[in-house]
């Protein structure tokens, strides 16, 4: 079956980085779109990034993060990856991973997901 395992969250201060990672599997990757939600405490799941399957030059960026996160695939580790720079206290959330073989730049077009993982950032 398809599993989606995100790692690469952590604590980290206002002002600095991480990079997330999702590992695919059950699936072929390269027939997917990936995408990136996250989910504040008490706040709705926000998809904030994806990346085309076919191609990955186009990208999708939520306009809360736009500047300053990146998305980027490695087909040959079927993995996905989200750079997070100039971390905002805002961007506390666990981050989500997820697959379509449908569309691409909208949340509910995403039918896999992994369990989370978290970020948080202390100002």
């Known amino acids: 079956q398809v599993q989606l395992v995100e790692s690469g969250g952590g604590l980290v201060q206002a002002g600095g980085s991480l990079r997330l990672s999702c590992a695919a599997s059950g699936l072929i990757f390269s027939n997917y779109n990936m995408g990136w939600s996250r989910q504040a405490p008490g706040k709705e799941r926000e998809f904030v990034a994806a990346i085309n399957r076919w191609r990955a030059g186009s990208t999708y960026y939520a306009d809360s993060v736009k500047g300053r996160f990146t998305i980027s695939r490695d087909s040959a580790k079927n993995t996905v990856y989200l750079q997070m720079n100039s971390l905002k206290f805002e961007d506390t959330a666990v981050y989500y991973c997820?697959?379509?073989?449908?569309?691409?730049?909208?949340?509910?077009?995403?039918?896999?997901w992994g369990q989370g993982t978290q970020v948080t950032v202390s100002s």
């Open positions: 997820a697959a379509s073989n449908r569309g691409w730049a909208a949340q509910d077009l995403y039918d896999y």
